[in-house]
T-cell receptor, first 109, second 113 residues
Framework: GIQVEQSPPDLILQEGANSTLRCNFS?????LQWFHQNPWGQLINLFY???GTKQNGRLSATTVATERYSLLYISSSQTTDSGVYFC???????????FGGGTRVLVKP | DGGITQSPKYLFRKEGQNVTLSCEQN?????MYWYRQDPGQGLRLIYY???????QKGDIAEGYSVSREKKESFPLTVTSAQKNPTAFYLC????????????FGQGTRLTVV
């Protein structure tokens, strides 16, 4: 099956810093989503982005499907950005998602 | 409010007992999914259903069972055959099309005591 790798595994930021999270996948996909998992475990949808670029406030994402990677940008980070960020891809009908291992982000005040 | 509701939030089970986790959605989505998350890891697919009265095994279906009698509901039973059931369980739903966004419930944390 498809493999999804996220990097870095851990990221410590000072409040106000910018960062880039990466997601590499091993095959063509027809679905790619970025999630933020909060401390209570809930998965918050950030982006649905199988290709192209999207922006939502301080967050933006770019997927280059032909090169099999996606990037999530966090600008002017805040302590509330702390948590785990997951990339998930779908490569088959039925919209089944395969998740990466996540990037654990800690933003220090 | 539209969304996905999982219950209970926390569940404790004795070894050898079956337990059923509830997942209900009012988004009118055709497809529903169950995922398992172990500490420090990503999510893995247990079962999914694309339509009422039909469901398919995911990557880690052994020791689990599901039913889909109604479009809104997709309960997951963790059986005594599941060797390591302590985990965080998340339910999701999506419109059953090839390229659509999936949404998740708040999860159920199951602990075997």
């Amino acid at each position: 099956g498809i493999q999804v790798e996220q990097s870095p595994p851990d990221l410590i930021l000072q409040e106000g810093a910018n960062s880039t999270l990466r997601c590499n996948f091993s095959d063509s996909v027809n679905n790619l989503q970025w999630f933020h998992q909060n401390p209570w475990g809930q998965l918050i949808n950030l982006f649905y982005i199988p290709s192209g670029t999207k922006q939502n406030g301080r967050l933006s994402a770019t997927t280059v499907a032909t090169e099999r990677y996606s990037l999530l940008y966090i600008s002017s980070s805040q302590t509330t950005d702390s948590g785990v960020y997951f990339c998930a891809v779908g490569a088959a009908a039925g919209n089944k998602l395969t998740f990466g291992g996540g990037t654990r982000v800690l933003v220090k005040p | 409010d539209g969304g996905i509701t999982q219950s209970p939030k926390y569940l404790f089970r004795k070894e050898g007992q079956n337990v059923t986790l509830s997942c209900e959605q009012n988004l009118n989505h055709d497809a529903m999914y169950w995922y398992r998350q172990d500490p420090g890891q990503g999510l893995r697919l247990i079962y999914y259903s694309q339509i009422v009265n039909d469901f398919q095994k995911g990557d880690i279906a052994e020791g689990y069972s599901v039913s889909r009698e109604k479009k809104e509901s997709f309960p997951l039973t963790v059986t005594s055959a599941q060797k390591n059931p302590t985990a965080f369980y998340l339910c999701a739903s999506s419109i059953y099309l090839r390229n659509t966004e999936a949404f998740f419930g708040q999860g159920t944390r199951l602990t075997v005591v």
